[in-house]
Antibody, heavy 116, light 113 residues
Framework: EVKLVESGGGLVLPGASLKLSCIVSGFTFSDYWMRWVRQAPGKGLEFIGEIKPDGSKTNYAPSMKGRFTISRDNAKNTLYLQMSSVRSEDTATYYC?????????WGQGVMVTVSS | DIVMTQTPSSQAVSAGEKVTMSCKSSQSLLYSENKKNYLAWYQQKPGQSPKLLISWASTRESGVPDRFIGSGSGTDFTLTISSVQAEDLAVYYCEQYYDTPYTFGAGTKLELK
């Protein structure tokens, strides 16, 4: 059974940093591109970025580049999203997903709330 | 970035009805080398993660009922539900994976009439 489990969300102050994790099981993590997608409350889906299987290349949405960093640890089957200088607009549910042609596998999402 | 435009934004339907929704891209999603359209459709129910229904514009994922039909090519795509069931009430998103950043449409919400 494929499972993607995000963690690390919560309430964070504006300007702070936060690191989300996504632990994967059920497929060979090191064979696949992986991505992060977010969804603000009541809004649509927004691609954040993706990372190559060996971690050597990343692609980001222009609006995310510079503040968000995607990384992975293939030994731990774990995907990461480092968020810095967070703003209220970053309040959203953050999903990790396998980045095939489309995303057939998604985590349940983790909520990040940016508020003072 | 490729802009994805979905219409309508919402649609009220009755069980058993045929439903169509549109997704248009700001540039062609047809890759000439393999003649494939880099377009996916997702279904998202309240409180759930998105579920991939269709990739390559018309290829249903395993386990997806055959009442879900994807069609179209180039810049114009359609998701048809041949006979809507109560469990199909959800928001449907299209996504292009032709070029990064991948982009989603704003969604079409199916509601009960």
């Amino acid at each position: 059974e494929v499972k993607l489990v995000e963690s690390g969300g919560g309430l964070v102050l504006p300007g702070a940093s936060l690191k989300l994790s996504c632990i994967v099981s059920g497929f060979t993590f090191s064979d696949y591109w992986m991505r992060w997608v977010r969804q603000a409350p009541g809004k649509g889906l927004e691609f954040i970025g993706e990372i190559k299987p060996d971690g050597s290349k990343t692609n980001y949405a222009p609006s995310m580049k510079g503040r968000f960093t995607i990384s992975r640890d293939n030994a731990k089957n774990t995907l990461y999203l480092q968020m810095s200088s967070v703003r209220s607009e970053d309040t959203a549910t953050y999903y990790c997903a396998r980045s095939d042609y489309g995303s057939p596998y998604w985590g349940q999402g983790v909520m990040v709330t940016v508020s003072s | 970035d490729i802009v994805m435009t979905q219409t309508p934004s919402s649609q009220a339907v009755s069980a058993g009805e045929k439903v169509t929704m549109s997704c248009k891209s700001s540039q062609s999603l047809l890759y000439s080398e393999n003649k494939k359209n880099y377009l996916a459709w997702y279904q998202q129910k309240p409180g759930q993660s998105p579920k991939l229904l269709i990739s390559w514009a018309s290829t249903r994922e395993s386990g997806v009922p055959d009442r879900f039909i994807g069609s179209g090519s180039g810049t114009d795509f359609t998701l048809t539900i041949s006979s809507v069931q109560a469990e199909d009430l959800a928001v449907y998103y299209c996504e292009q994976y032709y070029d990064t950043p991948y982009t989603f449409g704003a969604g079409t919400k199916l509601e009960l009439k």
